[in-house]
C-alpha cells in the first residue's frame, strides 16, 4: 500500500506581507499534512516563496531595493508565517535558489528536445498581476482601464519576441487525461470550468519574456528569462531533487499526492502543469484542490486590493489554535468563506471552551477527587459505555476516505458531534451518583477519559498545541498520537496518574453579552 503523502501549498509572491488568505492555504494543507502524519504516512509538505517575474521586479523597485535583497526580507516573513502558524512543512523552497533553477533549465531543455518549444512573436495582454497572458474575449473596459473579466486586474499590451510552448498540440491528451482520472481536478465544479476551457481550443502558450532581467535565464539564450508560471510550477519538482530520478525524495514522493492551491489559480495547475508535465513525459500529480476564497466583504482579499486581513493579529488577539480551528470549520472547504469576529468568537466559546475544555476539565477533576487521581484499574464496560466508544472505530475507515475526498465538513461535523455526545454521555451516566457502586463509577470516568484521548487524536489536525496540551493529562505526546489506537478502547493506562492541566482555552467576553 502507498503510505507516501505529499502535499504542496502555493508558492507564495513575495510582493507584500502575508496575509489570511496565504494563512489559509497554509493551514488546510497543515491539517491534512498532519492527519496523514498520525496515521502512519511518510509525508512530504512543501511551501515557499515564487520569486521570479516582472511583479516582484517592480515590487523592488518601488522599494528602491534589488529584487534578490527585497525577496530575502519578504520570503523571510513568510517562513516565519510558517513557523506561526505551527506549520509542519518538511521544506520551504524558494524559486531563487540554485537547486530550483537547475531543474527548471532542465526541464525547459527537455521540452525544447522533445519539439514542444519554438521561437516566435508574441503580442497581446498580459497582466502583471497575475503573471498571466489574456485573450481579447478575456479583457473588459471599465472606467477607461482594460482590466482582466476573472481577476479585475490591470492588463497592459505586449509586444515582443517569445518562445512559445506548443499547448494546442496537448488539448486532447489534456481531455483524455480528465476523462481517465476524474478524481485529478477537484472540486467537482471548478473541474467543469477547466474543461470546457480547454475544450474552448488551447492556443500555444508565451514561454519566455525579454523585456525584463529577473528570472531564470533561457538555456543558450539567455535574452529570454523564463515565463514565471513554468518556472514557479517547476518548485513542485526541483524540490524533489528533479532530475535526480534516483534519490529517495523523488522515488518516494513523485507524483505528488495533491497540489492545493486557490481556484484563482486552478488554469496554471491543471492545464499548463499537466501539459509541461506531459510534453517532458513525466509522470503526472495526482490531485489539484482549487480551494475558493477568503473574502473581505464580497471581494477576494488581496494585497492589490488592499482589503486585506493580517493573520498576525486575529493570532495576537486570539491565539493561533482558535483561528486554525475557524478556518477549517467555519470556510466550508471549497466555497468562499468570510472571517467574521463574532462567528470566531462563538467557535471559540462554545465548541473550543464549552465543549472540548469543558468536557476534559469536569472529567480530570472529578477523577481526580473520586479515583485517586488515577486512570480507574478496575472497570467493566456496559452496552452505554460501548456504544460511545465503538464510534471511533466504526467510522476509522470512513474519516480516513473522506479525508482523501478533502471531505472535511464530514471530519468536523465528527468531532463536534462527539463532542456534543461525551457531554451528554457524562450528564446521562450521573456518574456522582455512582459512589456505591465504584466499578460503574470507574468505567463512567474511564469511557470519558478514553473520550477525550480519542477526540484530542482527531484534533490533533486542526488544533495541535491545544490538543497536546489536554493529552498531558495522560502523559501521552506527539509521537503517541497515532489515529489508528482511536479503536482501541483501552488504551489509556489503568492506574496510571491523571495529570492536571491549566485551562485549554480561555473563554472571550464577547462584548454585546
Ligand atoms: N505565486 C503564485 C502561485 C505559484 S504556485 C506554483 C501565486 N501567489 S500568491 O501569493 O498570489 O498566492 C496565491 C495563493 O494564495 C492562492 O492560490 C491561494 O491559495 C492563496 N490566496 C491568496 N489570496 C487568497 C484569498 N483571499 N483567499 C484564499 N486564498 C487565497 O498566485
Not at 493551514?27 to 509525508?43: G, P, Q, T
Not at 496554471?268 to 510534453?279: D, E, I, N, Q
Not at 493570532?315 to 468563506?337: A, T
Not at 476509522?396 to 456534543?420: A, G, H, P
Amino acid at each position: 500500500m502507498d503510505k507516501n503523502f505529499y502535499i504542496t501549498t502555493p508558492i507564495y509572491y513575495p510582493s507584500g506581507k502575508p496575509h489570511m488568505g496565504h494563512a489559509y492555504s497554509s493551514i488546510i494543507a497543515d491539517f491534512f499534512a498532519r492527519f496523514k502524519l498520525i496515521d502512519d504516512y511518510n509525508v512530504h509538505f512543501l511551501t515557499g516563496t515564487d520569486e521570479h517575474g516582472l511583479k516582484i521586479q517592480r515590487s523592488a523597485e518601488k522599494a528602491g531595493q534589488k529584487p534578490k535583497e527585497f525577496c530575502d526580507q519578504i520570503s523571510q516573513t513568510f517562513k516565519d508565517l510558517s513557523k506561526t502558524l505551527n506549520l509542519s512543512n518538511t521544506d520551504f523552497i524558494r524559486t531563487t535558489e540554485d537547486r530550483h533553477k537547475k531543474t527548471v533549465q532542465h526541464l525547459w531543455s527537455l521540452l525544447e528536445k522533445n519539439d514542444d518549444i519554438y521561437l516566435s512573436n508574441y503580442s497581446g495582454w498580459y497582466s502583471v498581476s497575475d503573471e498571466a497572458f489574456y485573450n481579447d474575449d478575456e479583457i473588459e473596459e471599465i472606467e477607461g482601464k482594460k482590466i482582466a473579466k476573472s481577476s479585475k486586474s490591470t492588463v497592459e499590451w505586449i509586444e515582443e519576441e517569445s518562445y512559445f510552448f506548443r499547448l494546442s498540440k496537448w488539448q486532447k491528451p489534456l481531455l483524455e487525461f480528465y476523462k481517465n482520472n476524474p478524481d485529478f481536478i477537484l472540486p467537482e465544479s471548478r473541474k467543469n470550468e477547466v474543461i470546457s476551457f480547454v475544450k474552448s481550443g488551447l492556443k500555444d502558450l508565451s514561454v519566455s519574456r525579454k523585456t525584463f532581467t529577473w528570472g531564470i535565464p533561457v538555456p543558450n539564450n539567455d535574452k529570454h528569462i523564463i515565463y514565471v508560471w513554468l518556472d514557479a510550477l517547476t518548485n513542485y519538482l526541483s524540490a524533489l531533487n528533479y532530475p535526480d530520478t534516483n534519490n529517495e525524495l523523488f522515488k518516494k514522493f513523485w507524483p505528488a499526492t495533491i497540489h492545493l492551491i486557490g481556484k484563482d489559480i486552478l488554469r496554471f495547475h491543471a492545464v499548463y502543469w499537466p501539459a509541461f508535465l506531459l510534453a517532458a513525459k513525466i509522470e503526472l500529480p495526482k490531485k489539484v484542490y482549487g480551494h475558493g476564497w477568503i473574502l473581505s466583504g464580497e471581494e477576494k482579499m488581496s494585497k492589490s486590493k488592499g482589503n486585506i486581513l493580517d493573520p498576525l493579529k486575529i493570532i495576537k488577539e486570539y491565539g493561533l489554535d482558535p483561528l486554525r480551528y475557524y478556518l477549517v470549520k467555519e470556510v466550508s472547504f471549497g466555497n468562499d468563506g468570510n472571517i467574521s469576529q463574532d462567528r470566531l468568537e462563538d467557535c471559540i466559546n462554545s465548541d473550543l471552551a464549552n465543549n472540548y475544555g469543558n468536557l476534559c476539565q469536569r472529567v480530570i477533576a472529578f477523577a481526580i477527587k473520586n479515583c485517586d487521581g488515577k486512570i480507574p484499574a478496575k472497570i467493566h464496560f456496559q452496552s452505554d459505555d460501548l456504544k460511545i466508544l465503538n464510534k471511533f472505530q466504526e467510522n476509522l475507515d470512513t474519516i480516513r476516505s473522506k479525508i482523501d475526498e478533502q471531505n472535511i465538513n464530514f471530519y468536523i461535523d465528527f468531532i463536534v458531534n462527539s463532542l456534543f455526545e461525551a457531554n451528554k454521555y457524562f450528564n446521562d451516566q450521573e456518574p456522582w451518583k455512582k459512589k456505591d457502586n465504584l466499578i460503574r463509577l470507574n468505567t463512567i470516568v474511564y469511557t470519558a477519559l478514553e473520550i477525550v484521548r480519542k477526540i484530542s487524536f482527531l484534533l490533533y489536525p486542526i488544533i495541535p498545541e491545544t490538543s497536546l496540551k489536554a493529552l498531558k493529562i495522560f502523559n501521552l505526546s506527539e509521537k503517541d498520537i497515532k489515529l489508528k489506537t482511536i479503536s482501541n478502547n483501552e488504551f489509556i493506562i489503568k492506574g496510571n496518574m491523571i495529570n492536571k492541566i491549566d485551562i485549554l482555552i480561555k473563554k472571550i467576553e464577547k462584548k454585546d453579552d
